[in-house]
């Protein structure tokens, strides 16, 4: 197994700090020596990637690198008396793809406690389908019902609601009885954002509202937002008394221009949420409803599948906001 060869899609950066990705052949002897080698059958293009893939430091510190923050697959070897040979696992976040070799190859090896036994009742390509950015959406649809929040309160808003986080949560939330505003920036994807249940579309300029006011016409029950800056500080000005705003990425900004109005006046939440670290148990509850009660029927509809040589491509749509939908890596094929 040592000497076994497989594929990656690694990054590396030139003389003049220019970072190029080629599909290159590794062997499972060069990989961090680890406690479980994952032979890797599906992974999933996250938005950390386009960033790890592009030389941004504060994801990936060291190149020649292999990115890839999501892994499904079967288990290979393991050291660990948890994991045996055969097993059906995932592995996302913790430091994968990161600083530790990642998902866009056909082998990983990771410690055996960044590891997950896949559910039953869902497949291994399905785990990938939702991948991180699908993980992320549950977690702040959890987080929702979880301060209360319910369908019959009124409509429910999802920013950047094309992309992996935004699209699935659109889904997830129509699914569970949500009435489902989405806001975009394509004008060309409504029709997609409407086949995943959206009754209402919002340009990001409707979105952000009159950017002076400390507070808007209160309209929404919950909130997952995607994209920061302007558009959630909007979003957060439009809550209804007592909702609840879910922050979970910066595709636009890392800022928030907020007064404390909202908060002290209508005692509404902004919650937080993180992937990378979220703690076993959690992710074990979060992926036990997304197999089970949460079980999406419109996983297709918004997956595109591609192969390790396509990725390369599919990185750069990412970085230029081309990319709908999630995107799934096919590494299925024999190594
Ligand atoms: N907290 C966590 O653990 C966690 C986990 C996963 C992802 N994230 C973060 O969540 C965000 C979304 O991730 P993703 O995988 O869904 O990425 P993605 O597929 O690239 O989607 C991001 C979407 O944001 C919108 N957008 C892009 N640039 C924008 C801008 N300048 N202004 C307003 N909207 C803009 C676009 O949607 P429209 O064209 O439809 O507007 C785009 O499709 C990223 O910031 C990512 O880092 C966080």
Known sequence: ?????????????????????SVEERTVSELVPGEVLIRVYFSSLNYKDVLSAHGNRG????????PGIDAAGVVAASTTEQ???????????Y?????????????????????LSKPPGISLYETMQIGTAGFTAAQCVERLLAYGVRPDQGPSLVTGATGGVGSTAVALLTQLGFQVTAVTGKESEHAFLQELGAVDILTR?????RAAAALLRERWAGVVDTVGGDVLAGAVKATQYSGVVACCGNAA??????????????????????????????????????????????????????VLDQLDQY????LAGKTKGRIVVDLEGAA
């Open 95 to 115: 430091d994968l793809g990161m600083n530790t070799p990642g998902g866009f190859a056909e082998y990983i090896t990771v410690p055996g406690d960044w590891v």
């Open 315 to 318: 990185i750069g749509d990412m």
């Open 253 to 306: 900004s890392g800022d928030l221009p907020l007064t404390v109005y909202p908060f002290i006046l209508r005692g509404i939440s902004l919650v937080g949420i993180d992937s990378a670290r979220c703690p076993m148990g959690r992710r074990e509850e979060i992926w036990q409803e997304l197999a089970g009660n949460w079980r999406l029927s419109m996983l297709d509809g918004l997956t595109t599948r591609i």
């Open 83 to 93: 994991f045996q040979e055969g097993d059906e696992v995932i592995c996302m976040g």
């Open 205 to 209: 300029k409707q979105a952000i509202g």
């Open 59 to 66: 994801v990936t510190k060291n190149y020649p690198h292999t």
């Open 1 to 21: 197994m040592e000497q076994k060869r497989f594929k990656a899609l690694v990054v590396r950066e030139d003389e003049e700090h220019q970072f190029h990705r």
